[in-house]
T-cell receptor, first 115, second 110 residues
């Protein structure tokens, strides 16, 4: 499968625990994005990387959220001290770059449930 | 920041009829407008997109139109089929991030 992959697909955690999600982009894509989607809503932008550089973070991304892309390939999104409001689908997308706006292709998402 | 509004929120059409979904955006700097289809429990799938230097784009039964002056764009699906049933999202971008509409649940009635 040469598309965007995410792991795990589902995660159930207790409030206060830390969780980490992984995203593997399409191999030739150097831009990687994280979005969050809640039930009945469209995806909301969280952050994006150009290679290993994190270039933009949404105000939605509180201090409890951190994202990395250390070698410009896969990325991780960590949520510390999870809250029930963090329950959502976390989507990763990738695109070609740099220069201009390119098509973004999404992974299957990680569904987080905080109990 | 950008704000995208999408209408209608739900749409039911008879199989074989056409469906139209409309979106408006607020930021005149936006220049890229993709449409995604999302089936239940699956990833958003890019189905068509349009850039601001183009007024209309077609791909088989799907077409998108853009009116930059009015800041609105529309998705048109002709000869609808049961497999077109899904949630459709419009989005707008002027830089890297996509701002999405709230989605339209399209149901094709056999």
């Amino acid at each position: 499968d040469t598309g965007v992959s995410q792991d795990p697909r589902h995660k159930i955690t207790k409030r206060g625990q830390n969780v980490t999600f992984r995203c593997d982009p399409i191999s030739e894509h150097n831009r990687l994005y994280w979005y969050r989607q809640t039930l009945g809503q469209g995806p909301e932008f969280l952050t994006y990387f150009q290679n290993e550089a994190q270039l933009e973070k949404s105000r939605l991304l509180s201090d409890r959220f951190s994202a990395e892309r250390p070698k410009g390939s896969f990325s991780t999104l960590e949520i510390q001290r999870t809250e029930q409001g963090d329950s959502a689908m976390y989507l990763c997308a990738s695109s070609l770059g740099p220069g201009g706006v390119h098509e973004q292709y999404f992974g299957p998402g990680t569904r987080l449930t905080v109990t | 920041g950008e704000n995208v509004e999408q209408h209608p929120s739900t749409l039911s059409v008879q199989e074989g009829d056409s469906a139209v979904i409309k979106c408006t955006y607020s930021d005149s700097a936006s220049n890229y407008f993709p449409w995604y289809k999302q089936e239940l429990g699956k990833r958003p799938q890019l189905i068509i997109d349009i850039r601001s230097n183009v007024g209309e784009k077609k791909d088989q039964r799907i077409a998108v139109t853009l009116n930059k002056t009015a800041k609105h764009f529309s998705l048109h699906i002709t000869e609808t089929q049961p497999e077109d049933s899904a949630v459709y999202f419009c989005a707008a971008s002027g830089n890297e991030k996509l701002t999405f509409g709230t989605g339209t649940r399209l149901t094709i009635i056999p």
